[in-house]
């Protein structure tokens, strides 16, 4: 009986961090071009930023992919960005916060009442391609 509960516990254990440790994968390899646009009344304005460099993609798509979803629906204010990560023919778009020095939000497009974390040095990254202080 004792293993049988042991089992429990830990299939529950197991259930519940694969449940709380969603998150967003992209494979760099497939973007071709990352753009950001300034975000104005929930429409992309003016192009803050293009490249097609290796190194300008795996910085946009790695602080994506370690992103950590934050809890429950999240009822966010107007994006500062949007980002769009076209590949091979198709795209991604994303809503990007850059809320202090330290802390930067994403969204999909396509999913807005979900939201993601970005960590410390994903933001400071984000913050250096895009020039913003």
């Known amino acids: 009986m004792r293993i049988i509960m042991t089992l429990f516990f830990i299939a529950l254990l197991i259930s519940v961090v694969s449940c709380s440790a969603a998150s967003i994968t992209i494979d760099e390899e497939n973007v071709k071009e990352v753009k950001v646009f300034t975000v104005i009344d929930e429409e992309k304005q003016e192009n803050e930023f293009s490249s097609v460099l290796e190194e300008d993609i795996i910085i946009v798509v790695d ?3 370690s992103s950590s979803q934050i809890s429950g629906d999240v009822d966010m204010p107007q994006p500062h960005y949007q980002v769009d990560l076209l590949i091979e023919g198709d795209e991604l778009s994303y809503y990007l916060w850059l809320e202090d020095s330290r802390t930067a939000t994403i969204a999909s497009l396509e999913d807005t009442a979900t939201a993601y ?10 913050r250096e391609i895009l020039n913003v202080d």
């Open 63 to 65: 602080a994506i992919n």
């Open 117 to 126: 974390n970005l960590n410390m040095t994903s933001t400071k990254a984000l």
